[in-house]
Nanobody, 118 residues
Framework: QVQLVESGGGLVQPGGSLKLSCAAS????????MGWYRQAPGKQRELVAV???????NYADSVKGRFTISRDNAKNTEYLQMNSLKPEDTAVYYC????????????WGQGTQVTVSS
């Protein structure tokens, strides 16, 4: 069974930075696209950033120029570097991965809280 374990969330002041990590473990033959989503209280979950197996990236307009998604295929790990954080970035952040172990599956992390406040 494949699992995604996130780390790196916390409390940060506006203008600060945080780096989230998400490591995949288990019976993995291949990982396709990986991404980060977030859900603020009372709002729907939204896409933050995605990175394909080939390294192509795409970002939500609200985070372009501030957030950077990356991955280390040797470690089955993805990262989200978040700079110039704003209070509106406050949310639970979830990592996502498409994994192949005989068939393709969508796997989600447990979520990590990011709070931007002074």
């Amino acid at each position: 069974q494949v699992q995604l374990v996130e780390s790196g969330g916390g409390l940060v002041q506006p203008g600060g930075s945080l780096k989230l990590s998400c490591a995949a473990s288990g019976n993995i033959f291949m990982i396709g696209a990986m991404g980060w989503y977030r859900q603020a209280p009372g709002k729907q979950r939204e896409l933050v950033a995605v990175i394909t197996g080939g390294g192509s990236t795409n970002y939500a307009d609200s985070v372009k120029g501030r957030f950077t998604i990356s991955r280390d295929n040797a470690k089955n790990t993805e990262y989200l570097q978040m700079n110039s954080l704003k209070p509106e970035d406050t949310a639970v952040y979830y990592c996502h991965a498409q994994t192949y172990s005989g068939s393709w599956h969508d796997i989600w992390g447990q979520g990590t809280q990011v709070t931007v406040s002074s």
